[in-house]
Nanobody, 112 residues
Framework: VQLQASGGGLVQAGGSLTLSCVAS????????MGWYRQTPEKQRELVVG???????NAADSVKGRFTISRDDAKDTVYLQMNSLKPEDTAVYYC???????WGHGTLVTVSS
């Protein structure tokens, strides 16, 4: 399976963006998905992801601002990002949780 992430871009602080991650085949019924991010200064970290029982697990820094959702019919998982802050600037990746299957990153830049 391959993952294709998109939707990154430049946005002002306080703005919103929605990232998309499309899978090359239907996998969501058998796998959890997660969104991660990485900067040159920090290791890749979990932003928000689905758990095995379909609840979500979000980093404290994004709780209340970022939401993960999925559309099984479109084999797509989304990351809705609201109230963006400059510290959210990073390359964002989607991943099939528990595997080495990662999408190519999409860059999000938040200007102050």
């Amino acid at each position: 399976v391959q993952l294709q992430a998109s939707g990154g871009g430049l946005v002002q602080a306080g703005g919103s963006l929605t990232l998309s991650c499309v899978a090359s085949r239907s996998i969501f019924s058998d796998n959890s998905m997660g969104w991660y991010r990485q900067t040159p200064e920090k290791q890749r970290e979990l932003v928000v992801g689905f758990t095995s029982n379909s609840s979500t697990n979000a980093a404290d820094s994004v709780k209340g601002r970022f939401t993960i959702s999925r559309d099984d019919a479109k084999d797509t998982v989304y990351l809705q990002m609201n109230s963006l802050k400059p510290e959210d600037t990073a390359v964002y990746y989607c991943r099939v949780e528990g595997t080495t299957i990662w999408g190519h990153g999409t860059l999000v830049t938040v200007s102050s």
